[in-house]
């Protein structure tokens, strides 16, 4: 059974549709084009009956599946699962016209999108993202990926998807944990660009949190529209991409610090509330911005402060994310809710204030 149905237009160059929508999972094979004979369909171990339903789908209309199950978590997005899918595509004879299909959260999407902008230099991409946080951010926008020794995300190329479907059934699968995680973007797109978001999680902080609530379908579709705004203005990140990364900078220090332990979007949350110190102790917003970001965060349960005594590992690690040029530390900050700017150079001793109020007792580990 599907519900009413959302698109959402995303791209100005190679424009896609976005489709939100419960039980649109049994739709995915409608996005593929007429001329594909074969499709490489990559998912994730807990996708598996839902890969299968897809594949059944897919290949009922003549099509041969190739399918491709890939490690669980971040193993997924090595050089060796690529070349093992350039193996398959190989000896499946895949064409220019034949689709990549990517099931599963942002690691499947991350790879399958690699996948497809390599083989033959780019052949068709069609992306149905089945967490929360893949829905709101990593299946939008065209980034693809893979991790290398050296770090996360180092490798990889802007290709835009031909089509997205978000199935929101699919999340109740999803523990409540990765539903927070998730959650984390959904406000930080909240921050810096749509304040009906904070509206909707402040009025219903529960509802929000629950897959099956229409409230969360509502911060989906927000969030998405969010990240397609800003990614149509600005694919490549030359300009307005970098508000994207409001709480990042300290987010992706804390990754690298916790050993890629916290999931992402605990991280974010953390970096949101830190970022918000950094802007009230530089005078550019107003002194209750912080308290907003701990209310509404910790509201769905997310961390709001960090330990004390590790800014100096922190702050080496800020120094060699790859989105700060130099060793200057550049920061999207907010003057006020939906106003983000990005500044260049945030001196170390409002780094060093903003660290202390973070940490300090009571802040909301
Ligand atoms: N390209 C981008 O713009 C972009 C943006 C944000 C994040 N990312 C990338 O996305 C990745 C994080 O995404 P993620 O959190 O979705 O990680 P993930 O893909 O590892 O998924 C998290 C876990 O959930 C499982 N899973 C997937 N769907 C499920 C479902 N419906 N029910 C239950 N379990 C399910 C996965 O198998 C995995 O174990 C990172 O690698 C990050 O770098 C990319
Ligand atoms: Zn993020």
């Known amino acids: 059974m599907t519900d009413h149905v959302t698109t959402i237009a995303v791209g100005a160059l190679s424009p896609y ?4 929508g419960r039980g649109v999972l049994t739709t995915v094979d409608r996005h593929i084009g007429p001329q594909a004979a074969r499709v490489f369909l990559l ?29 669980d978590g971040e193993a997924g997005k090595t050089l060796s699962v690529v070349a093992e899918a350039w193996d398959l595509l190989g000896r499946a004879t895949f064409t220019r016209t034949d689709t990549v299909v990517a099931l599963g959260g942002g690691v499947a999407t991350d790879v399958a999108g690699f996948i497809a902008a390599t083989w033959l230099r780019g052949v068709p991409l069609i992306t149905v993202p089945t967490t929360l946080l893949a829905m709101v951010d990593a299946a939008i926008g065209g980034k693809t990926g893979i991790n290398t020794d050296a770090g996360k995300n180092l490798v990889g190329s802007f290709y835009p998807p031909k089509a997205v479907v978000c ?9 409540p944990a990765a539903i927070a995680s998730g959650l984390a973007e959904a406000i930080k797109c909240g921050f810096i660009a749509d304040p009906g978001i904070l509206d909707i999680v402040w009025s219903a902080p529960d509802r929000v949190r629950d897959p099956s609530s229409p409230l969360l379908r509502d911060v989906i579709e927000r969030a998405i529209m969010v990240k397609a705004n800003v990614v149509t ?13 409001y709480g ?8 690298r610090v916790e050993g890629y332990r ?16 950094v802007a009230s102790i530089m005078g550019l917003c107003d002194s209750a911005l912080p308290a907003a970001h701990r209310d509404i965060l910790s509201l769905v349960g997310l961390p709001t402060s960090y330990y004390p005594r590790r800014l100096a590992e922190l702050s080496e690690a800020m120094a060699v994310d790859k989105k700060n040029r130099g060793t200057v530390t550049r920061m999207v900050l907010l003057k006020e809710i939906g106003d983000p700017v ?13 660290y202390e109020v973070l940490c300090a007792p009571g802040g909301g580990l």
């Open 167 to 175: 199935d929101v059934d699919v999340l109740s699968s999803q523990d």
């Open 43 to 71: 998912f994730q171990s807990p996708l598996r009956t839902a890969a299968a339903a897809l594949a059944g789908r897919i290949s009922s209309s003549g099509r041969e599946v190739v399918g491709f199950e890939i490690p």
């Open 233 to 245: 203005a600005d694919l490549h990140e030359h300009s307005v991409r970098a508000i994207l990364n």
């Open 248 to 255: 990042h900078t300290f987010a992706h220090a804390v990754e």
């Open 262 to 277: 916290w999931m992402h979007g605990y991280a974010v949350a953390v970096g949101m509330v830190f970022a918000s110190h």
């Open 17 to 20: 549709e976005v489709t939100v």
């Open 342 to 354: 990005v500044v260049e150079s945030v001196p170390p001793r409002v780094l060093e204030q903003a």
